[in-house]
């Protein structure tokens, strides 16, 4: 088992929230986030993994074959709904920033100068 | 009765699917269902509670009957004793205490406000009831999205769609930091059972990864709840929110952060941190004596009642989290009472607000000065016995948390903090009193002019029109449910043993073992008696001048002729002022910005515990 899932994993999270930090676009600002997000599906699958281990559908295979961590598939299938509703409802909220207010910049979001 | 616990989370969410696929038909129709689900979900914790309090063990219910076996959980299970669900109560009653608010405060809601708003119900009965980490998550984030989806309700004004937007971007980044600290504890035990975790962390000392864990799942719901420095978000929501989802997120939404983190505390990680339960408790006073300190500071400055509230709550986020940061019995009953009477408290004058929203169209205290005349004077009565609570007079309001508080700080050699948070409520009761004065007499310097633009730019308009202002009458219904929410919040910690059963439940709460027995075994541990503490004169001393020093500082505030602004000599006020300002302009606005707060805190909070745990 090596250490990189977890360094890439590490990784991605800091350029996201890099991403996050200095955005000046709303859609950017978004997928930033959801870059974030996917951090913890690698490090969810990386803790799953196990080295030479089969899928873990056990409709073909042995019941007692070593295979990767079924629980951790599904934990990750689960943030990624949840990672999707969030990103669904920002973009949404960024589209609204369009339509009313012809700017996608947070900078000019501000409630002054409407 | 305990299988049919997940109905509590079921429930809401069916019809809430019902009115999302359905045509809308009447706005009756739908007010009717929502407040009848509503009352039914009420009813329905409540009957819980009942049953959980005749018992001297957690109540226990696996989902789909897939129990444990010899110890090992791998079913999913709901777990809850009587604080968890005593905060499932509070949740309900001000979900309805919502409807009944919105019933007739939009002039036109659409159905998804009800579906939100029942989403947001049910995922938070879930929250409470949960006795899994994961599942634990999954109705954080559910509770989340409809909570962003209710901040933006409005998002044809760009007030809501910024602060939806903060709200939406900070949390999310708080809910990544929840999950790494999930995936840090599968890997370590292969377990997500809060009970199954707690029994195998508690077999070992902690090493890196479990403080690592630990900080994660933490700094997580400091973000939920608003700790500062992951705060910012909070006052942009709550002051553009819909009144009627404000009611919910002041009233016991933030406390939910609190909770989950006593809860992950005591199920999990008490075995193996306790032996640091020293150093890490000054590391939570610290950040919530900084909380506290800070809300207060900013709600002085306030002169938007909604943002003026949502730091309210921030300061007393603070005091809550101060008492579970003493990881006593004692602080954590505190910490329930507090949650409990200060929930009610500001629900109600939220909902007060409301009324005054509805009935001005104006949220702005310095433009609504002596308005509050025309209105009912039961709002204006509930307005200021509501922030009166709050200081905690003796007896009433949050008094019985404050008093077990001072207990819990001195036992255990801490007593200075009694200092900050007594500094604090005075200080948030004060900006209350403040902002009634104005509104409802009439006091203070006409025409004065709101000292923005800094800071902020929402403190500077009335952007707030969810309604457009009702001239001639404010609904009973309005009045009526403010008042049965302050009054709630009055009296609640002088029900008759209601102490007594705070201590006796947080007994129960902060006991691993017996939670795992009850858990994985089906088992029942014999608890110890809870102390009981009886009402020292010096705790109704502490009440009155708690309370006095409220009004007076209110009233100095409000006389002109004083002059307080003079008193203070120009070398000391002028870099106080400067410091002041600066802190106000640090709420910027940008969800960048407050994400950079975000990770300062958090690699503060996670050095200090990395230091406290060594």
Known sequence: MSFAPFAVAIWIFLVGLYGVVTSRHLVHLVISLSVVQSSTYLLLLGIGYRTNGAASIFVDIPPNTKAVDPVVKALTLTDIVVGATVTALLLALAVQAQKRFGTVDPDELDPLRD | ?614
């Not at chain 2, 007010?31 to 109540?59: H, N, Q, W, Y």
């Not at chain 2, 508080?405 to 948030?428: K, M, N, P």
């Not at chain 2, 403010?482 to 007994?507: H, K, M, T, Y």
């Open chain 2, 1 to 614: 009765m305990e299988k049919l616990a997940p109905l509590a989370v079921a429930g809401p969410f069916l019809i809430a699917a019902l009115f999302a696929i359905s045509l809308p038909l009447s706005r009756r129709r739908d007010d009717l269902v929502s407040i009848f689900t509503a009352s039914a979900g009420v009813v329905f914790v409540g009957a819980l509670l009942v049953d959980v309090m005749g018992r001297e063990s957690p109540v226990v219910t696996w989902v789909g009957g897939w129990e444990p076996r010899r110890g090992v959980a791998l079913g999913i299970s709901m777990a809850f004793d009587p604080l968890s669900t005593s905060l499932a109560v509070l949740a309900a009653v001000l979900v309805l205490a919502a409807f009944l608010f919105a019933w007739r405060y939009f002039e036109t809601p659409g159905p998804i406000f009800h579906a939100l708003m029942l989403v947001f119900g049910g995922a938070m009965a879930g929250f409470c009831l949960s006795g899994d980490l994961f599942n634990l998550f999954v109705f954080f984030e559910l509770m989340s999205v409809a909570a962003y989806a209710l901040t933006a309700y409005r998002s044809e004004e760009s007030g809501p769609l910024q602060g939806s937007l903060t709200f939406a971007v900070s949390n999310t980044v708080g809910a990544v930091f929840i999950l790494f600290g999930i995936a840090l504890l599968y890997a370590r035990t292969g377990a997500l059972n809060f009970a199954q975790i707690g029994v195998f962390l508690a077999h070992r000392p902690a090493d890196g990864l479990v403080v690592c864990a630990f900080a994660f799942l933490v700094i997580g719901f400091m973000v939920k709840a608003a700790v500062v420095p992951f705060h910012f978000w909070l006052a942009d929501a709550y002051a553009v929110a819909p009144t009627p989802a404000c009611v919910i997120f002041s009233g016991v939404m933030s406390d939910l952060g609190v909770y989950a983190i006593a809860r992950v505390y005591w199920t999990m990680f008490d075995g193996a941190l306790h032996e640091h339960v020293e150093t890490l408790r000054l590391v939570f006073l610290v950040f919530g004596g900084l909380t506290a300190l800070w809300g207060a500071a900013m709600c002085l400055a306030q002169h938007h009642l909604k943002r003026l509230l949502a730091f309210v709550t921030i300061s007393q986020i603070g005091v809550v989290l101060i008492g579970v940061g003493l990881f006593t019995t004692t602080g954590l009953a505190a910490a329930a009472l507090l949650i409990a009477a200060d929930g009610l408290l500001r629900a109600g004058l939220f909902v007060a607000v409301g009324a005054v929203i509805h009935r001005t169209g104006s949220v702005n205290e310095l433009r609504l000065r002596g308005l509050g005349r025309e209105m009912p004077w039961p709002v204006a009565a509930t307005f200021f016995a509501g922030a009166l609570g709050l200081a905690g007079p003796p007896l009433l309001g949050a008094f019985s948390g404050k008093r077990l508080l001072e207990h819990a700080a001195f036992d255990i050699g801490h007593g200075w903090i009694v200092a900050v948070f007594v500094a604090a409520t005075v200080l948030s009761a004060a900006a209350l009193l403040r902002a009634g004065g104005r509104i409802f007499l009439g006091m203070g310097e006409p025409d004065v002019q709101d000292p923005v633009p800094f800071g902020h730019p929402h403190e500077a308009g009335d952007s707030e029109a969810e309604t457009t202002g009702a001239p001639g009458k404010t609904p009973p219904v309005m009045v009526v449910t403010a008042g049965v929410l302050v009054a709630a919040g009055l009296v609640v910690g002088v029900l008759p043993g209601i102490v007594d059963g705070a201590l006796d439940a947080s007994e129960r709460f902060t006991d691993p073992a017996a939670y795992a027995a009850a858990v994985l075994h089906g088992a029942t541990l014999a608890l110890p008696n809870a102390p009981t503490f009886a009402i020292d004169p010096a705790a109704i001393v502490l009440g009155l001048l708690s309370a006095g020093g409220a009004i007076a500082i209110a009233l100095a505030v409000l006389t002109p002729r004083w002059r307080i602004r003079d008193a203070v000599p120009a070398p000391v006020g002028n870099p106080a002022r400067r410091g002041y300002w600066a802190l106000r302009r640090l709420h910027s606005g940008q969800a960048g910005d407050y994400v950079a707060w975000l990770s300062v805190g958090a690699a503060t909070f996670g050095v200090l515990v990395a230091a406290a745990t060594r």
